[in-house]
């Protein structure tokens, strides 16, 4: 279970419409409906009821929807960690030093950086 499938499968349940979703994600309607019954085999369960009216969820996929939208939020979380450590925006500083002439200068050293990272 992949994010994009499940962002596929957010965007159809919460649309409610496949040619809708596809639009929002910028991708052609085939692709989209493949990667549903891709999702629904992978499952095992059908997620949504198609009619040539209208779509709705299934039981399954009511009960798979909060799931996915906290997936893909835990996603998105990861990624802004992953860029945060990357552009030096978070990580983890070590300092030593030795005797209480260095803590005047330790104290503004940490000053500093805790004011570089508001």
Known sequence: MDAQKLQV???VAEELHFGR???????AQPYLSRSVRALEAELGADLFRRT???VELTPAGTALLPHARA?????DEARGAVAAARD?????VRISFAGPSAHVVVGQLLARCA???H
């Open 88 to 92: 030096g925006r978070s990580g983890r």
């Open 71 to 75: 997936l893909l939020a835990r996603t």
């Open 115 to 117: 004011s570089s990272t």
């Open 21 to 27: 979703a596809a639009d929002r994600l910028h991708l």
């Open 52 to 54: 040539t009216r209208k």
């Open 9 to 11: 499968f957010v965007a």
